[in-house]
Structures are given as structure tokens and as C-alpha cells.
């Protein structure tokens, strides 16, 4: 079990490891804002800058506001697989064409692993 400390103000609170990874301890951080603010709400001591922070997550327009970031990174991806499929296909075309070239009796230079 953790052990735990007893700070000035007579309260215990449980020993904390370090964390060296950035995203952990950002996550770790997040939620320690989040507890401090909800605990701020519950006792009615909360600034206004936290109530207001919270009443605006809880609006329509904070709702289609994500919504709509949801759906600009569905296009994005949309748009990188199209360019992906793209190249793919330019590459396929240029094979055919080359092809198309050896059958019809045209000298083709084929730069692949053959190199006689």
C-alpha cells in the first residue's frame, strides 16, 4: 500500500510516483484539474471562470462544435486515403502503359531487379 504523507494542513495524502512519460503525466494532470474542480463545484467554491468553463461544455453549440471536428477528421482521412489510392493507381497505369509498350514490339528499359 502507498504510503502516505501528512502535510501543514493535517491531511494525508497518498504518495505519488513520477512519471517520466509526457502524455501520462499531461493525462495525470488533466485529471487532478478535473478533481480540484469538481470538488471547488461541490462545496460552492468554485471561481467563475470554472463555472463558466463547465456551463459551456454543456451547450448545444460545445456539442456541434465537436461534432464537427469529429467530422473534419473523418475528411481528412477520407482525403489521405483518396491521395494514397491515387498514387496507387499512377503507379498501376504506369506498369500497364509499360506493358502495352513490350507487347506492341517497342523497346522497354525496366529499371527493376533485372539488370542484365
Same mark, same amino acid.
Given at each position: 500500500?502507498?504510503?502516505r504523507?501528512t502535510s501543514e494542513s493535517?491531511?494525508?495524502?497518498?504518495?505519488?510516483?513520477?512519471?517520466?512519460d509526457?502524455e501520462?503525466?499531461? #493525462?495525470?494532470?488533466? !485529471?487532478?484539474s478535473?478533481?480540484?474542480?469538481e470538488?471547488q $463545484?461541490?462545496e460552492?467554491?468554485?471561481?467563475?471562470q470554472v463555472?463558466?468553463?463547465?456551463?459551456k $461544455?454543456?451547450?448545444k453549440k460545445? !456539442?456541434?462544435e $465537436?461534432?464537427?471536428l469529429?467530422?473534419?477528421?473523418e475528411?481528412?482521412r477520407?482525403?489521405?486515403?483518396?491521395?494514397?489510392?491515387?498514387?496507387? #493507381?499512377?503507379e498501376?497505369?504506369?506498369?500497364?502503359?509499360?506493358?502495352?509498350?513490350?507487347?506492341s514490339?517497342?523497346q522497354?528499359?525496366?529499371?527493376? !531487379?533485372?539488370?542484365?
Amino acid at each position: 500500500m502507498a504510503a502516505r504523507r501528512t502535510s501543514e494542513s493535517g491531511e494525508s495524502r497518498p504518495r505519488r510516483r513520477v512519471i517520466d512519460d509526457p502524455e501520462a503525466r499531461e #493525462n495525470m494532470m488533466i !485529471e487532478l484539474s478535473m478533481s480540484c474542480a469538481e470538488k471547488q $463545484l461541490r462545496e460552492g467554491k468554485a471561481s467563475s471562470q470554472v463555472i463558466v468553463h463547465f456551463l459551456k $461544455l454543456g451547450t448545444k453549440k460545445a !456539442e456541434m462544435e $465537436l461534432e464537427k471536428l469529429a467530422m473534419e477528421k473523418e475528411l481528412m482521412r477520407a482525403k489521405t486515403e483518396q491521395i494514397e489510392a491515387e498514387k496507387k #493507381n499512377g503507379e498501376l497505369y504506369a506498369k500497364a502503359i509499360a506493358a502495352m509498350g513490350v507487347y506492341s514490339g517497342k523497346q522497354v528499359q525496366i529499371d527493376d !531487379e533485372e539488370d542484365v
